[in-house]
């Protein structure tokens, strides 16, 4: 791939910008906000403005909702051959293309598996995708040089491509990643009722725990939105748990009996427990998939 567009310079989009420049790729970089994509620019991270001609690949790295109207107005202009996105769902932009009469043949999904508390530009980093999963959601339009390209964007970003179905896709991010942030961000909320002697005691564990907090709040409500049902899905089964505990902790404020108290404390350690053997399942950083493999194996969405 010898050119590149990045319709979008935000944290996302200027990473990608920045790899695809480093392994030099020209890129040029187009923003509803032209200073956004000049700081970018600023940055290295390629040419601010509109290539002449077509490139190889447009990446459409705007929010969820506004995936299928900057690829219907950036198809209709010519900007790329193929186009893929970086957003972090996938069912939804995927139909909302088709509704808009987007070229779906030369469209594939893609979510790249990196990010940062951080927004904008100025929060870039080259390095952001090293080693992580890039999720590409080919439909039964996609062809296959569109792939092709998409996956050698993940390999310039030295990532490792992974292709899913878009309801697969989904499904995973709002277990791994949409309710860990939103379970960040109400905890994190509760630290609104501590007083500053209590705050001052915060140790690392709190920190790390509320990291994810510090996300555009507008960004989150457009990406929780967007995977509402999943994300919900998940957080129900996450209340359960966490009503039980309450109920556990309530009891041995209470109870006084031996046995009561056994019953509550056996209740309590399950859940610590589960939480231990439920960490342990999240697999170490594993070896590029080999498109041919996957791409042939994978499922295809709408």
Request: neutral net charge; glycine residues 10%; proline residues 6%.
């Amino acid at each position: 791939m010898r050119s590149a567009a990045v319709v979008g310079t935000g944290l996302i989009g200027t990473s990608i910008a920045l790899a695809l420049r480093g392994r030099g790729v020209t890129t040029y970089l187009i923003d509803v906000n032209p200073e956004a994509a000049r700081t970018a620019a600023d940055l290295g991270a390629g040419i601010a403005g509109t290539p002449r001609g077509p490139v190889d690949l447009a990446v459409i790295a705007v929010p969820p909702r506004h995936v299928a109207a900057a690829l219907k107005e950036h198809q209709l202009q010519g900007l790329a051959h193929d186009f893929t996105d970086a957003a972090s769902i996938k069912e939804l932009p995927q139909r909302e293309a088709d509704q808009a009469g987007c070229d779906l043949t030369r469209f594939v999904g893609g979510h790249p598996m990196g990010g940062r508390e951080q927004s904008g530009p100025l929060a870039a980093r080259d390095d952001l995708f090293h080693g992580r999963p890039w999720v590409l959601t080919p439909s039964v339009h996609t062809r296959a040089q569109t792939v092709e390209r998409a996956q050698r964007l993940a390999e310039l970003c030295r990532a490792r491509p992974v292709v899913m179905a878009h309801a697969e896709h989904d499904r995973a991010v709002a277990l791994t990643s949409h309710v860990p942030h939103l379970v960040s961000s109400l905890l994190a909320g509760q630290l609104l009722h501590g007083d500053p002697s209590q705050l001052g005691l915060a140790g690392q564990g709190l920190q790390d725990i509320t990291r994810l907090a510090a996300g555009s709040a507008d960004l989150w409500t457009d990406i929780l939105g967007s995977n509402a049902v999943a994300v919900a899905d998940v957080l129900a089964g996450f209340a359960q748990d966490l009503h039980q505990v309450v109920d556990a902790l309530q009891g041995l404020g209470t109870a006084h009996e031996p046995e009561q108290r056994r019953v509550h404390t056996d209740r309590l350690t399950t859940a610590l427990v589960r939480g231990i053997q439920g960490r342990a399942r999240i697999p170490a950083r594993a070896p590029a998939t080999t498109l041919s493999t996957a791409y042939a194996a994978a499922p295809r969405g709408v």
